[in-house]
């Protein structure tokens, strides 16, 4: 038995980095699997401290590449929410769910994000106008993160459901 909970932990952790790594490739701004890989994470992994820091792992170690900045704690912030809302839907795994809390996830990653820039850059005046301004440049951004949050939660969701019909260890828990 507890070889096959390791086999689902290695299956689990190399489909979270391997989103993860999707940072790493050229793509449109924001277009990335690592929303997703948070979302899955919470979601997937047996224990809850595996739900946390094999995501947060995935993602310290693609910033260490790509680099910090100075609102990445609104970053971290998000994906925490992300992972929490993943772990609210491990009872509850359906289609729907997945695909409401991957839009929730996005929305708050947005609003987050997007409060940081306003009030720890340079970029917008500390004044309604500005924090308008600020999301208003952001919506684009906005549009490729739910694309890609939604898109790379099926791939994640769907192969591990893929792989739990071809090998039925992956589905003991």
């Known amino acids: 038995m507890k070889n096959i909970l390791s086999n689902k932990f290695a299956f689990l952790t190399a489909l979270v980095f391997g989103a993860a790594l999707t940072r790493l490739l050229p793509h449109y701004p924001n277009f990335t699997a690592i929303g997703a890989a948070a ?5 997937c992994f047996e224990k809850k401290w595996m739900a946390v820091l094999v995501p947060f792992a995935a993602l310290f170690l693609t910033d260490a590449i790509i680099g910090f900045h100075t609102t990445m704690f609104a970053v971290y912030l998000s994906f925490g929410i992300t992972i929490l809302i993943g772990l609210t ?3 509850r795994k359906s289609i729907l769910t997945v695909a409401g809390g991957s839009v929730i996830s996005s929305v708050i990653f947005f609003v987050v994000t997007n409060f940081a820039v306003w009030g720890v ?3 917008y005046p500390k004044n309604t106008a500005g924090l308008s301004a ?3 440049a952001a919506i684009p951004f906005f549009g490729t993160t739910l694309l890609g949050d939604l898109l790379f939660t099926a791939v994640l969701f769907g ?3 893929l792989a739990k019909k071809k090998i039925p260890a992956l ?3």
């Open 159 to 161: 192969s591990l459901a």
């Open 89 to 91: 839907l491990r009872e």
């Open 171 to 173: 589905s003991l828990s």
């Open 121 to 123: 850059e340079g970029y």
């Open 134 to 136: 600020c999301f208003t």
């Open 39 to 43: 979302l899955f994470g919470g979601a």
